[in-house]
């Protein structure tokens, strides 16, 4: 198995990547300089949790509908976490639509 410049496995730093959302998909694109795997999955978990905690935010101002909006936002958000680090664990490419053309364009 291919090892990351962090030294970790590639399997292990993938699902690293998404354990604390955008916050550690931005950590381990800044870290990482070599495996593009890493980076994959490091743009990925960036692009899709940045940007589904800013439309959670900003669904926090609309009464009622956003909450309601926020929370199914939530539970889509959770799902998806657990989701693509089992995934990136089990080494499966999984290319999540739009946000996963964007991550491989740009690694």
């Known amino acids: 198995m291919a090892k990351s410049s962090l030294g970790l496995e590639e ?16 950590v381990f694109l ?5 495996n593009k795997s890493v980076r994959f999955h490091a743009l990925q978990a960036l692009i899709t949790f940045l940007g589904l905690h ?14 309601v ?10 799902i998806l976490w657990i989701m693509l680090m089992v995934k990136a664990y089990k080494n499966e490419f999984f290319k999540l639509p739009v946000v996963g053309d964007l991550a491989e364009k740009y690694v």
């Open 11 to 26: 399997n292990v730093a993938s699902m690293l990547c998404y354990v604390l959302g955008w916050i550690s998909g931005l």
């Open 54 to 67: 800013i439309a959670s935010i900003i669904l926090m101002f609309i009464p009622l509908l956003g909450w």
């Open 30 to 34: 800044l870290l990482e300089r070599e």
């Open 69 to 78: 909006a926020g929370s199914l936002i939530s539970i889509l958000a959770f």
